[in-house]
């Protein structure tokens, strides 16, 4: 069962006198109690997708139907919302905290939430149920790690 379905979703950003594209017709369906890790470069769009799930921004065209509207870490793990969002959660920490982080997301999945992750971290994605790779606003890759999935423990960055 999908718990966020995106369908044709695009975000252009008026700039300067020019247009932005931060999405380009994107189809996602993304289903309950997943570990999902979304990589890309500055500016491929990890962020705008994120932000358009929690409802922080909106599509230009295409269509997002969501099960929870807004959710952030303590709400979800506090009132048992079915969707959790973090944007780089291991960003600027330490490798034990960032392990931590991740074991407490992850975890989260046993209880049927769906974790879904944006990160410049290619190592982060080897512990995903599913990885979706963005470059320039598009969907490059969708399935599961490259090389398998491996455990947290497993991770060195």
């Known amino acids: 069962?999908?718990?966020?379905?995106?369908?044709?979703?695009?975000r252009r950003y008026e700039v300067g006198g020019g247009v932005v594209i931060a999405l380009e017709d994107v189809d996602l369906e993304v289903e309950i109690g997943?570990?999902?890790?979304?990589?890309?470069?500055?500016g491929s769009g990890k962020t705008t997708?994120?932000?358009?799930i929690g409802a922080l921004d909106t599509p230009t065209d295409g269509?997002?139907?969501?099960?929870?509207?807004?959710?952030?870490?303590?709400?979800a793990l506090a009132t048992g919302n079915r969707v959790l969002?973090?944007?780089?959660?291991?960003?600027?920490?330490?490798?034990?905290?960032?392990?931590?982080?991740?074991?407490?997301l992850q975890d989260q999945t046993h209880a049927g939430i769906t974790v879904l992750i944006v990160t410049h971290n290619?190592?982060?994605?080897?512990?995903?149920?599913?990885?979706?790779e963005l470059s320039s606003g598009r969907v490059m890759t969708d399935g599961p790690p490259a090389g398998g999935q491996v455990t947290i423990a497993a991770l060195h960055w």
Not at 85 to 104: C, R, S, V, Y
């Open 1 to 10: 069962m999908s718990v966020i379905e995106l369908r044709g979703v695009s």
């Open 34 to 42: 997943k570990f999902i890790v979304v990589l890309g470069p500055s």
């Open 49 to 52: 997708l994120l932000n358009m």
């Open 63 to 75: 269509e997002i139907t969501i099960a929870e509207q807004r959710v952030a870490i303590a709400r």
């Open 85 to 104: 969002l973090a944007d780089e959660p291991t960003a600027k920490l330490d490798f034990h905290t960032g392990i931590q982080i991740l074991e407490l």
């Open 122 to 132: 290619r190592e982060l994605s080897r512990c995903a149920d599913r990885v979706i």
